[in-house]
């Protein structure tokens, strides 16, 4: 058992019993105050732990991190240490901050240092993200699909219970939750029998995902089995990769998505630790076609963690429209790894691969409007009486998520962005 998940565990930092980030979560992130440059945080109920701040006090002498590891606008560095590292950091953390430890909670003046509260903090993108996959590991949201787009007794393509479907997506345009962003414009194929039209998309869509970061890889040419890919996986966060359906619809024959899904993806700002969920872990779907032996996973490697989406349009309350769950996954992120350096594809500090929407089996709990509306024929109803086929103009979307049970909660946070108008 890694001891920093212990349940028993509590610390001298008050948390509340609602809050995502007890003792045993400790997430990473960058965050920066009116006096406090760009720095890696971990979050302890309404606090953020200033490691800049612990190091140059010496709480971390016996590790291998540097003062710039901590001194950085992005995880990357801490990242790059690799896994033992990592998990030394967590549990040296864990270690500081239980309520039997008097090390830096009997030092008042060091901990006026190192304890920012996060709503005097703004948090920033955490991690320097070079490049991004998403699959398509969802056999619900793949099931809608294709139950809607081409014929419902053949709704899955051959491939689809083979391999974890994946596409190479855009990482320059992933930001931080509280960032906004312009619906995005491209061309439109409304009509059958007229020419395409450009301009903004009608159909904008959220789509619920989770996401994970790595390691470094191995080298070219190598590739990581599904047992080894837990070492090869720093930490999961929130992910809403936004879709402009209207323009995907027209676009993405032969080669896929393109400026659909180009414009922005809205990540968490708080990156947990695997670690973190290793109490969380359970069995996934039974895959009832027999996988090819490099994606045979052993043990239970999907994770029950709660999720929702909200919708809250301007100067009004939000809505809960979707309750899923990460467990739902057919594929799990141990197989997506594995085929994705299958061909000798080497992954890099930072790399993030993320779920593809997560749906499941009942309606509430589809992971995007797409399905919830189904194409816009049953458009839900807001608490403020309006009705949402799609995402309009000025609403913001919501994701939550965490991980329970009935002792310890690991959570997120939030990832929330508004949808502002077309330039």
């Given at each position: 058992?890694?001891?920093?998940?212990?349940?028993?565990?509590?610390?001298?930092?008050?948390?509340?019993p609602?809050?995502?980030?007890?003792?045993?979560?400790?997430?990473?992130?960058i965050?920066?105050?009116?006096?406090?440059?760009?720095?890696?945080?971990?979050?302890?109920?309404?606090?953020?732990?200033?490691?800049k701040s612990?190091?140059?006090?010496?709480?971390?002498?016996n590790?291998?991190?540097?003062?710039s590891?901590?001194?950085?606008?992005?995880?990357?560095?801490?990242?790059?240490?690799?896994?033992?590292a990592?998990?030394?950091?967590?549990?040296?953390?864990?270690?500081?901050?239980?309520?039997?430890?008097?090390e830096?909670?009997?030092?008042?003046?060091?901990?006026?240092?190192?304890?920012?509260?996060?709503n005097?903090?703004?948090m920033?993108l955490?991690?320097?993200i070079?490049?991004?996959?998403?699959?398509?590991?969802?056999?619900?949201?793949a099931?809608?699909?294709?139950?809607?787009?081409?014929?419902?007794?053949?709704?899955?393509?051959?491939?689809?219970?083979h391999?974890?479907?994946?596409?190479?997506?855009?990482?320059s345009?992933?930001?931080?939750?509280?960032q906004?962003?312009?619906?995005?414009?491209?061309?439109?194929?409304?009509?059958?029998?007229?020419?395409?039209?450009?301009?903004?998309?009608?159909?904008?869509?959220f789509?619920?995902?989770?996401?994970?970061?790595?390691?470094p890889?191995?080298?070219?040419?190598?590739?990581?089995?599904?047992?080894e890919?837990?070492d090869?996986?720093?930490?999961?966060?929130?992910?809403?990769?936004?879709?402009?359906r209207?323009?995907?619809?027209?676009?993405?024959?032969?080669?896929?998505p393109?400026l659909?899904?180009?414009?922005?993806?809205?990540?968490s700002p708080?990156?947990?630790?695997?670690?973190?969920?290793?109490?969380?872990?359970?069995?996934?779907?039974?895959?009832?076609?027999?996988?090819?032996?490099?994606?045979?996973?052993?043990?239970?490697?999907?994770?029950?963690?709660k999720?929702?989406?909200?919708?809250?349009?301007?100067?009004?309350?939000e809505?809960?429209?979707?309750?899923?769950?990460?467990?739902y996954?057919?594929?799990?992120?141990?197989?997506?790894?594995?085929?994705?350096?299958?061909?000798?594809?080497?992954?890099?500090?930072?790399?993030?691969?993320?779920?593809?929407?997560?749906?499941?089996?009942?309606?509430?709990?589809?992971?995007?409007?797409?399905?919830l509306?189904?194409?816009?024929?049953?458009?839900?109803?807001?608490?403020?009486?309006?009705?949402?086929?799609?995402?309009?103009?000025?609403?913001?979307?919501?994701?939550?998520?965490?991980?329970?049970?009935?002792s310890?909660?690991?959570?997120?946070?939030?990832v929330?962005?508004?949808?502002?108008?077309?330039?």
């Amino acid at each position: 058992m890694i001891a920093a998940n212990n349940s028993a565990l509590q610390s001298w930092v008050e948390v509340k019993p609602e809050s995502d980030f007890p003792i045993q979560n400790l997430p990473f992130g960058i965050f920066k105050t009116e006096n406090l440059t760009p720095r890696v945080g971990v979050a302890i109920g309404e606090y953020i732990i200033d490691l800049k701040s612990l190091h140059v006090l010496g709480y971390f002498s016996n590790l291998s991190f540097t003062l710039s590891d901590f001194d950085s606008v992005y995880l990357n560095p801490i990242i790059q240490r690799g896994k033992t590292a990592t998990r030394e950091l967590r549990e040296r953390l864990s270690a500081l901050l239980q309520d039997s430890n008097k090390e830096l909670q009997g030092k008042e003046h060091h901990v006026n240092q190192c304890l920012i509260k996060q709503n005097k903090a703004k948090m920033l993108l955490p991690v320097d993200i070079r490049d991004y996959t998403d699959f398509y590991s969802s056999i619900e949201h793949a099931t809608n699909v294709g139950t809607m787009f081409r014929d419902p007794n053949n709704a899955l393509l051959p491939n689809w219970k083979h391999l974890p479907v994946g596409y190479h997506g855009r990482a320059s345009s992933i930001i931080v939750s509280g960032q906004n962003f312009h619906r995005p414009k491209g061309q439109q194929k409304p009509n059958e029998t007229e020419p395409p039209v450009f301009g903004p998309s009608k159909l904008l869509d959220f789509e619920l995902e989770m996401a994970f970061i790595t390691y470094p890889g191995k080298e070219l040419g190598e590739s990581i089995s599904t047992d080894e890919a837990d070492d090869f996986i720093f930490g999961l966060c929130l992910f809403n990769d936004w879709s402009a359906r209207d323009i995907q619809k027209w676009e993405y024959v032969p080669l896929g998505p393109f400026l659909a899904k180009s414009f922005a993806s809205s990540m968490s700002p708080w990156v947990v630790p695997l670690d973190a969920f290793e109490p969380f872990r359970i069995d996934g779907p039974k895959q009832d076609v027999e996988v090819l032996p490099y994606l045979k996973s052993n043990g239970a490697k999907n994770i029950d963690i709660k999720l929702e989406v909200a919708i809250q349009p301007e100067n009004s309350k939000e809505s809960v429209v979707c309750n899923s769950n990460f467990k739902y996954m057919y594929w799990n992120m141990n197989q997506q790894l594995a085929h994705h350096t299958a061909n000798g594809c080497n992954i890099s500090t930072g790399d993030m691969l993320a779920s593809g929407t997560i749906s499941g089996p009942t309606p509430d709990s589809y992971g995007s409007m797409l399905e919830l509306s189904w194409r816009g024929s049953k458009p839900l109803k807001l608490n403020d009486g309006s009705e949402r086929k799609f995402i309009n103009d000025l609403d913001t979307v919501i994701m939550r998520g965490h991980a329970t049970n009935g002792s310890t909660r690991i959570g997120f946070g939030e990832v929330k962005s508004k949808v502002l108008p077309a330039k």
